[in-house]
């Protein structure tokens, strides 16, 4: 079946430094990956939406300076954190829609970031 | 638009109890339906899924029926264990491109 890789699970860094987050499927071609950010007891809010090789669409309300999104092969899409802060400290996840078949996403365990 | 209304929790069943979350939608066209679940500092997985009217997902004991004239995809089991318990969250996907709509996620503790 499907799967999608997220690395690291977990990363405790300082304030002011940046975070790498790597999102890979490792099974099946992505166009498209989308990034979500999961606050303490509530839904998924979805970041942006990565397309491989074109820039990410980002949506409202999220800074896309601080979450620098790159999709730059089918099965890589990379999140970072910039300049990071205790209130960035969050669950982040990615998931994969694949480039052909059924329309479902599969998504990556989850990076949780806690910036100190 | 499109949008995923969920029950509220948390929900707080007895091992062996019959659960039921309910899910309702409003959506454009013709959306497939999804149920995901989230254990414990996991991400999401995949449930159930169902792409057109009257059809059934269902996985693991777990069932929900697409229901187009009610707009709903409600969650059910017959009867829960201590291993269901995790955050179950509705999801449609519109029937063009892949941009998924959560609802806000339904917490189940099973209690032995």
């Known amino acids: 079946g499907a799967v999608v890789s997220q690395h690291p699970s977990r990363v405790i860094c300082k304030s002011g430094t940046s975070v790498k987050i790597e999102c890979r499927s490792l099974?099946?071609?992505?166009?498209?990956m989308f990034w979500y950010r999961q606050f303490p007891k509530k839904s998924l809010m979805l970041m942006a939406t990565?397309?491989?090789?074109?820039?990410?669409?980002?949506e409202q309300g999220v800074e896309k300076d601080k979450f620098l999104i790159n999709h730059a092969s089918l099965t890589l899409s990379t999140l970072t954190v910039t300049s990071a802060h205790p209130e960035d400290s969050s669950f982040y996840i990615c998931?994969?829609?694949?480039?052909?078949?059924?329309?479902?996403?599969?998504f990556g365990a989850g990076s949780r970031l806690t910036v100190l | 638009g499109n949008s995923v209304t969920q029950m509220e929790g948390p929900v707080t069943l007895s091992e062996e109890a019959f659960l039921t979350i309910n899910c309702t939608y409003t959506?454009?066209?013709?959306?497939?339906l999804f149920w995901y679940v989230q254990y414990p500092g996991e991400g999401l997985q995949l449930l159930l899924k169902?792409?057109?009217?009257?059809d059934k997902g269902s996985n693991k004991g777990f069932e929900a029926t697409y229901r187009k004239e009610t707009t709903s995809f409600h969650l059910e089991k017959g009867s829960v264990q201590v291993s269901d318990s995790a955050v179950y969250f509705c999801?449609?996907?519109?029937?063009?491109?892949?941009?998924?709509?959560f609802g806000t996620g339904t917490s189940l503790t099973v209690i032995p």
């Open positions: 990565s397309n491989e090789g074109s820039k990410a669409t980002y």
């Open positions: 169902a792409t057109k009217a009257d």
């Open positions: 998931s994969a829609a694949r480039v052909s078949g059924a329309n479902v996403l599969t």
């Open positions: 999801a449609l996907s519109a029937s063009t491109g892949n941009q998924f709509y």
């Open positions: 959506a454009t066209g013709y959306p497939s």
């Open positions: 099974d099946f071609q992505a166009t498209t």
